[in-house]
């Protein structure tokens, strides 16, 4: 069956970088873009980029531009997304969600999330 | 950035009765080159990732209760649960894919009365 496994909960500083990664299985991982999206604490959903695993082609949020990175390593079907600069207002649960590699498709399969907390 | 509007922030309506929620983007998500509007609602539960409802503004999402409905186009959406069950409680969020820059609304509370 198709499972996004994300990293574990992270707790960073401000101004230091965190890495969370995403495991896939049960699927062709390079048919399927994954997407980051993540929540704060009691606050709505935040799009922040996407990745082609077959081609590594990536896009950001113009909110992140700069701050995110999103990489991948087809060879343990795994995708990593990241964040440099963290501030406290980028504590949030941090979500992966794949999405077929076609234009104009939605996610169809999430990760469990992962909480950052950013904190002195 | 396309801005994604929902209104009410939050509503509680008894159960059996319906819930509207209303989605408005800053401009048209109407995609030309297929002539479909690129507009999705999601349900999201404590705890848990969202979960796709409808797609293309009105498509339901396999294994979506029929309850669940959406409509619109350009620029005004809604989704509509017809008689609303205790399972529904949850946040719903409509986004737009329009553009690769994909936005979400800031999310509608649906509680029971």
């Known amino acids: 069956q198709v499972q996004l496994v994300q990293s574990g909960a992270e707790v960073r500083k401000p101004g230091a970088s965190v890495k969370v990664s995403c495991r896939a299985s049960?699927?062709?991982?390079?048919?399927?873009?994954i997407n980051w999206v993540r929540q704060a604490p009691g606050q709505g959903l935040e799009w922040m980029g996407w990745m082609n695993p077959n081609s590594g082609n990536t896009g950001y949020a113009q909110k992140f531009q700069g701050r995110v990175t999103i990489t991948r390593d087809t060879s343990i079907s795994t995708a990593y997304m990241e964040l440099s600069s963290l501030r406290s207002d980028d504590t949030a649960v941090y979500y992966c969600?794949?999405?077929?590699?076609?234009?104009?498709?939605?996610?169809?399969?999430w990760g469990q999330g992962t909480l950052v907390t950013v904190s002195s | 950035d396309i801005v994604m509007t929902q209104a009410p922030d939050s509503l509680a309506v008894s159960l059996g009765e319906r819930a509207t929620i209303n989605c408005k983007s800053s401009q048209s998500v109407l995609y030309s080159s297929n002539n479909k509007n690129h507009l999705a609602w999601y349900q999201q539960k404590p705890g848990q990732p969202p979960k796709l409802l409808i797609y293309?503004?009105?498509t339901r999402e396999s294994g979506v209760p029929d309850r669940f409905s959406g409509s619109g186009s350009g620029t005004d959406f809604t989704l509509t649960i017809s008689s609303l069950q205790a399972e529904d409680v949850a946040v719903y969020y409509c986004?737009?894919?329009?553009?690769?820059?994909?936005?979400f609304g800031q999310g509608t509370k649906v509680e029971i009365k």
């Open positions: 969600a794949r999405r077929f590699a076609v234009p104009g498709t939605l996610p169809d399969y």
């Open positions: 293309w503004a009105s």
């Open positions: 049960g699927y062709s991982f390079t048919n399927y873009d």
């Open positions: 986004q737009q894919y329009c553009t690769t820059q994909w936005t």
